[in-house]
């Protein structure tokens, strides 16, 4: 017997005192909220985080790319001199670049997106979230819970007010 576990002596139990843990037993994931982290999310709202530009123009840049590598390959097995497949393949990029600009300045509605896709999923919520947000008639400035935290704020000047009265 070790550390206090199992039986204090197998003899007379019927088994050979050998102890196993439970591997059944599920533990809690999440351990309870403490008062600090009641505070820390009283003070720090979530706020998503916003796409990075740069990771969102690269990924475009290299679906162009990648179009591109196709056609030339595409040209190269059917033999055609490489100034013409310089040619074709210059036009095409000049083409997908400004597909790729116009699209820039209007994202996709984000259903057709892996789940890899990260910073492109982020900004079709921004897009989705600002349009909601103009047809439900909410202000930029609207901070969410701000209403609960006015109220709580009046009470307790009420309530010290009374206590004020009381004083005196």
Known sequence: MSSNVGLSTPRGSGTSGYVQRNLSHLRPRDSPSTDRDRERDAI???????????????????????????????????????????????????????EMDEGAQNPASGKGLKVHQVHERAAAKAVESERLRRALGIRADYEEGAHWREGEERLRGGVKEEGRREVR
């Open 44 to 98: 720090a709202p979530h706020k998503a985080r916003q796409p990075d530009a740069a990771i969102l123009a690269h990924d475009r840049a290299r679906a162009v790319e990648v179009q591109v590598f196709e056609l030339r390959e595409g040209l190269e097995d059917e033999g055609i001199p490489d100034d013409e497949i310089e040619a074709h393949t210059s036009a095409l990029r000049t083409k997908l670049l400004q």
